[in-house]
C-alpha cells in the first residue's frame, strides 16, 4: 500500500520544511508548492490525498486555488486544510465556502496538525467507502434490473392447443394467450382486428331466392 501523499502549499521555506519533517517523520510522503498556482498545476498532475494551504501566498492565494482545485473533477474530494496565522473569520469563512474542511494556526502545533490530519483523511475514506458501496448498490440493482428481464424473457416449448389457442400454464391450467404472455413478458396486448378477419366479419351472407 502507498503512502498516503501530502500537498504542502506555502511561500515559506522555513513553514515548508517544518511541515515536511513532521510529516515524514509520521510516514507521510510530502510534496510541495510555492503559490496557489503551483498548488492547482500539480493536483491537476499529481495524486494527491490531502493539502496543506496557507492562506497569503504571492501570485495566487489560498481561498482562490481551494476554489479552483474544488472545481477539477478529479480533485474535488481531496481534504483541504488552511493554515493561518490571521484571525479574519471572514477569510476562513471563504476558504471554507470554497471547499475547504478544516484549519490551523500558525506557529502549528505538531500535534494538532496530525490530528486534524488524520481526521480529514479517516472522512475522506469513510465517504469514498459510501461512495463505493453506493455505486455497488447500483451496480446490484442493474444487475437485478436484468435478470428480471432475463426471468420475463419466454424460453423453451410451450404447451398450446391447436384448436383454441390457448396456452398450458406450469400449473397444467389452460389460459388465454395474451393473459400467458402478460404474465410472462413485459408485453402488453392491444387488441384489434387484422384485413382478413374484418373482411370476413362484414361480409355479408347471401340472400336465398
Known sequence: MSATRILVTDDS???????????????????FAQNGR????????????????????PEMNGVEATRRIMELESAKDIPIIMVTSMGDMQTLQSAFEAGAVDYVTKPIEPIELMARIRSSLRLKAEME?????????????????????????????????????????????????????????????????????????????????
Not at 515536511?20 to 509520521?26: C, D, F, G, Q
Not at 503551483?38 to 501566498?57: F, G, H, R
Open 13 to 31: 521555506l522555513v513553514a515548508r520544511t517544518a511541515c515536511s519533517n513532521e510529516l515524514k517523520e509520521a510516514g507521510y510522503q510530502v510534496l
Open 38 to 57: 503551483e498548488a492547482v498545476e500539480t493536483v491537476s498532475k499529481e495524486a494527491v490525498d490531502l493539502i496543506l494551504m496557507d492562506v497569503v501566498m
Open 129 to 209: 467507502a459510501r461512495k463505493k458501496r453506493e455505486e455497488e448498490l447500483v451496480k446490484k440493482n442493474q444487475e437485478l434490473e436484468s435478470a428480471l428481464s432475463e426471468i420475463k424473457t419466454l424460453r423453451g416449448f410451450i404447451p398450446i392447443c391447436a384448436w383454441c389457442k390457448k396456452i398450458r400454464n406450469i400449473d397444467g391450467y389452460w389460459e388465454q394467450m395474451e393473459h400467458y404472455i402478460e404474465g410472462h413478458s413485459q408485453a402488453v396486448f392491444s387488441h384489434s382486428i387484422c384485413k382478413e378477419c374484418a373482411a370476413k366479419q362484414m361480409k355479408k351472407p347471401k340472400n336465398k331466392t
